[in-house]
């Protein structure tokens, strides 16, 4: 396969320790789901870093399958339920986001709760562009001005009229953030970060008041993007809503310049970048800032808050991660050099925050 078919998002083999049940899978479809009907082919999307995300082949049917990590003990923090519903919700109002198909709520089928929901088939970049996508600056440009598009169509959804207002709490999101995250952090941590207690503090100290009220994604990067293979600029989807809630749309912002590696930032951080931001014609930082602001008509008064509570979240979330590794309740390997994330985000927030900027911070 050449051309943009080969650049769609594929599964891989499932990795060891974490295969599914699929007798138990099997007896709970036929109750449940009896059109989904057939044998079950199973592979895994080997990215990310939290739910486990499997494609399920049933017929000529592709299905998605979502659940928690095997040894998590926070159940809060994986909530399947919780997931699907936001799901269900959107799903009629912005088409972006996959259709649900339905909800196991008794872990006694595969150990826990878990949902299904359409595949969406596309492209989806990681850490480089993808052969069958145009990789030149100026598709590069296009790739990072799809992200702050798809930022701003978030943000501009009716999450009332969709029936989410029950996830509003009110006044006071970004404090409620910032104490969360720190909290999560002294519970996480495993060795003194000097650079990331100190970015707490700050934090702590400038917090700003809520700019308002919108559906945030808070993980919306260029790996939870589907792009159309056909013409990638174009976004058909948007995946990973475990996160999601009712919240300041800035700190969602945030969270996206969190993972924005630019070609100016020092070499270790290189080495973490998530997604292709620091390649000839990826927008700066500072771009990305001004073009949202554009879109969605919000001034973002100071980034530097946003950028600093973007690092300082992302380095708590693989904090986290490297806590399950270090204590034994995973094995997968990619989680073993997450610490070196933690630092490298840590020294990035340090330099944000003593030069006063988001951008050229080498």
């Known amino acids: 396969m050449s051309g943009p078919e080969a650049a769609i998002d594929a599964a891989a083999p499932v990795r060891d320790g974490e295969g599914l049940d699929l007798g138990a899978l099997r007896r709970w479809l036929d109750g449940v789901v009896p059109e989904l009907s057939g044998d079950i082919t199973l592979s895994q999307f080997p990215a990310g870093h939290s739910n486990l995300t499997y494609l399920l082949t049933i017929g000529e049917r592709e299905v998605v399958l979502r659940r928690p990590p095997f040894g998590t003990k926070a159940a809060s923090a994986h909530d399947m339920g ?18 649900p198909l339905a909800f196991c709520d008794d ?12 595949r969406l088939r596309g492209v989806i970049v990681r850490k480089r562009v993808p052969e069958g996508v145009d990789g030149s600056p100026d598709g ?27 996830m509003y709490k009110g006044e006071g999101y970004v404090a409620r953030q910032v104490d969360g995250w720190t909290r999560r952090y002294e519970a996480a941590r495993t060795d003194e970060v000097p650079t990331l207690e100190a970015a707490a503090r700050w934090l702590a100290e400038h917090v700003p008041a809520d700019s308002g009220a919108t559906l945030v994604h808070n993980d919306l990067k260029h790996d939870n993007v589907v792009l ?3 013409d990638p600029a174009r976004v058909v989807g ?14 969602d912002l945030g969270t996206t310049l969190g993972y924005w590696v ?8 290189q080495a973490f970048a998530f997604c292709p931001t620091n ?7 500072a771009q990305l800032v ?20 973007g690092l300082f979240k992302l380095a708590v979330v693989a904090q986290q991660i490297y806590r399950r590794f270090a204590l034994g309740q995973t094995r997968d390997p990619r989680f073993a050099r997450l610490l070196m994330g933690v630092h490298a985000l840590g020294d990035l927030a340090s330099r944000a925050i003593a030069r006063d900027r988001v951008d050229r911070l080498g």
Request: glycine share 10%; charged share 20%; hydrophobic share 45%.
């Open 107 to 118: 872990a006694g089928v595969l150990g826990a709760q878990f949902y299904l929901m359409e």
């Open 238 to 251: 948007l995946l990973d809503w475990e996160m999601a809630t009712i919240g300041d749309p800035l700190m």
């Open 228 to 230: 159309d293979a056909q």
């Open 290 to 309: 001004d073009e949202y602001a554009a879109r969605t008509g919000r001034s973002v008064g100071d980034p530097v808050f946003y950028l600093v509570y």
């Open 140 to 166: 590069v440009s296009r790739l990072s001005a799809a992200i702050a598009d798809t930022l701003a169509e978030v943000h501009a959804i009716d999450w009332r009229g969709a029936g989410l207002g029950g």
């Open 279 to 285: 390649v000839p014609g990826a927008w700066s930082r």
């Open 262 to 269: 630019e070609a100016t930032d020092p070499p270790h951080i």
């Open 82 to 99: 919780r997931e699907h519903r936001l799901l269900s919700a959107l799903h009629p109002v912005w088409p972006k986001v996959p259709r």
